[in-house]
């Protein structure tokens, strides 16, 4: 047995069921030009010898992440590079797709970490801007940062002992 359904109010709940979809899930939306999304595989493509890696980089990470890597992360590196010297690896994001917003189609933010000296990881947050119309990385902005959370900032020298004083509420 069938029950006739208005088709006005199948489509309007259709429509309402895809909205409440896209307001639940975190928004994925396509923002490179397609001039910028040519640029970004070849770039992909240059860095990544095995196929399947590739593939899987392409179908996994989000678009944030792949220009993070690929873009913007060699920027970042000659970037940092003209102010300290001794830096020698970069990494943008936090590791698992997080700490990278892609703000346009010519600006992703977030943040990062250098490695200096061999063993020091220094934090700092990031702009990195893009040209539209070729995909190119046209400039890349940090800023150190002296209090990331969860980096404990260590610094040589002796240890200074403070006085501490307990108080106790009266019994």
């Given at each position: 047995m069938t029950i006739p359904v208005n088709c006005r109010m199948r489509r309007s709940g259709m429509m309402v069921?895809?909205?409440?979809?896209?307001?639940?899930?975190?928004?994925?939306a396509e923002m490179l030009t397609s001039v910028q999304q040519s640029y970004?595989?070849?770039a992909m493509r240059t860095q990544i010898k095995n196929d399947s890696d590739f593939q899987s980089i392409r179908a996994e990470w989000t678009e944030a992440?792949?220009?993070a890597e690929?873009?913007?992360r060699p920027a970042a590196l000659n970037a940092l590079r003209?102010?300290?010297?001794?830096?020698?690896?970069v990494f943008l994001g936090d590791g698992k797709n997080g700490g990278l917003t892609l703000l346009s189609s010519s600006q992703l933010t977030g943040t990062g970490q250098y490695r200096a000296g061999g063993i020091n990881w220094v934090p700092f947050s990031f702009r990195c801007t893009l040209s539209p119309s070729t995909g190119a990385v046209t400039g890349f902005d940090y800023r150190l940062k002296t209090t990331a959370p969860g980096a404990r900032v260590m610094a040589p020298g002796p240890v200074v002992r403070m006085k501490h004083y307990m108080v106790r509420p009266p019994l």
């Open positions: 069921a895809v909205a409440l979809f896209m307001l639940a899930s975190p928004l994925r970004l595989e070849q992440h792949k220009v690929f873009l913007c003209k102010t300290h010297q001794e830096v020698d690896k």
